[in-house]
């Protein structure tokens, strides 16, 4: 499978991530190095946010930027965002 977010064959997911159209899209475009990044930059987004993922508004916010960050201009980081210091 030909990642879209590195644009080379890498290492599938062993299941569409989520439910749907837009989970088999996922599943057959993002590799799995991919969606680790892609969580792992959606925690930050939900603790910047604020967003409650159980809320249609929340929802609606993390998939948007799901999509931008695959398939757009990328997810950019909130505006106050520090990044931890490492110790």
């Known amino acids: 499978m030909t990642c879209v977010k590195f644009g080379k064959v890498m290492e599938a997911l ?3 991530p989520l439910k ?12 799995k190095e991919a969606w680790r990044m ?3 930059h959606s925690k930050m987004l939900v603790n910047e946010y604020r967003l409650d993922l159980m809320s249609e508004s929340g929802q609606k916010v993390w998939m948007a930027e799901l999509e ?3 398939w757009g201009e990328g997810s950019m980081l909130p505006p106050d965002y520090m ?5």
Not at 20 to 31: A, L, P, V, Y
Not at 83 to 87: D, R, T
């Open 83 to 87: 990044p931890k210091k490492s110790k």
């Open 38 to 40: 892609w969580l792992e």
């Open 14 to 16: 062993p299941k569409a």
């Open 68 to 70: 931008k960050y695959f």
């Open 20 to 31: 749907g159209e837009f989970g088999q899209r996922i599943f057959d475009n993002i590799s």
